[in-house]
């Protein structure tokens, strides 16, 4: 019988699950899940993209939308996260990332979970929005009652924007809250909940994915030292050494559809309603596409990992999310040159929707 994802065991740790669904059941029922789980590589990809898959639980933000809107949407956020405003960004989480670590510096011991990498995100998105800086400490705590990329619910969120919405509207500045405030999609401004939604996201993907994302990165480098010492020799490594994490260690493992029309996913038709989980998991670790697969190698030549999706819906952040992941390691190596994981501690990914260690303890060095 095909394992489920419903279990402690999946929840610990999910990878042999995966090896099991990838080798024997590449498109299974999981009853319990209420989902078809999708393992290999190419038909994980292929779901990803796939038009009449749409982004599950339902919601206001970008993964939600489709067609013509969704591309109007994007259109509007992109420029926030390209170009000029992306290497404005960047700088400021240079900046940001000097700070903590020196900080972290002067401790004897550190972790660099809550005082690293929860942080340093979160503030570079609340600078993209142009929201006051302190409320990234407001992200951290909304992430941890559940906002993601797909947003959700957030009474706080709502209030906490309303007066930063009322003034943008009335005296837009150079920020990327004001440039959706001001905009227009068919000819009608956002609504102050398209406004939220879309905010939230971007907050979700810098508090939660980006924040576990860079935990697992700087646990892959700590827990690899020879990996560490390749790349603080060669510095130029550091965004190959990103991916090789985000492949091999995804914060999103588990990524829900629902197809809106009967559609074929892993060569199988499936009916309209079916919840489809492709598992950007288990495709990082597919030995059809990646050689020694549970390894983690900056050196890697076969890289493509499907961490920040692919198709139409490809994450908008991916770029910003690497200049973190390097402007922060940078700092760290920087202001921590001997840093080690603390005695007797070993970094513990948890969580299946979204994974990564939640306590990284070190040694400044
Ligand atoms: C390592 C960090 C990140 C990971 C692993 C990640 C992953 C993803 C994934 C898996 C998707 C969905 C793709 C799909 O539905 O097919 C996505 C979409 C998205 N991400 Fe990220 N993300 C990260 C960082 C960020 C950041 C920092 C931001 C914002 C500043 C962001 C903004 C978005 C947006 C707006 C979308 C929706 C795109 C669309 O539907 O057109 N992400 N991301």
Known sequence: MAPSLVSLTAARDPYPVFRVLRERYPLVRDELLGAWLVSRYEDVRD???????????????????????????????????????LAALAAGAARTAHVLAHRIAARREADLVAEFCRWLPAAAVVTALGLPPEDAAYVQRWCRGGLTHLAGHHDELDARL??????????????????????????????????????????????????????????????????????????????????????????????????????????????????????????????????????????????????????????????????????GLRALLDALPGMVLAPGFGPEPRGLLTRGPRTLLVRPG
């Open 47 to 85: 779901a990803l993209a796939r038009p009449w898959l749409v982004a599950l639980p339902p919601g206001r933000t970008l993964s939600h939308m489709e067609g013509a809107t969704h591309r109007a949407h994007r259109a509007l956020l992109e420029p926030g996260l390209r170009g000029d405003a």
């Open 162 to 327: 309303r007066p930063h919405l009322v003034r943008r509207r009335a005296h837009p500045r150079d920020d990327l809250l004001s440039v959706l405030c001001a905009a227009e999609v068919g000819g009608r401004p956002l609504s102050d909940g398209t406004v939220t939604g879309l905010v939230g996201a971007l907050l979700g993907g810098g508090g939660d994915a980006t924040a576990l994302a860079l935990a697992s990165f700087l646990a892959n480098l700590l827990a690899h030292p020879d990996q560490l010492a390749l790349v603080r020799e060669r510095p130029e490594l550091i965004p190959a050494a990103w991916a090789e994490s985000l492949r091999r260690d995804p914060p999103a493992p588990v990524v829900l559809r629902r197809a809106v029309r009967p559609v074929t996913v892993a060569g199988t038709p499936l009916p309209a309603g079916a919840v489809v989980a492709c598992l950007v998991g288990a495709a990082g670790r597919d030995p059809a596409r990646f050689a020694e697969p549970d390894r983690y190698d900056v050196l890697r030549t076969d890289p493509g990992h499907l961490a920040t999706g692919t198709g139409r819906h490809a994450c908008l952040g991916a770029e910003l999310a690497c200049h973190i992941a390097e402007y």
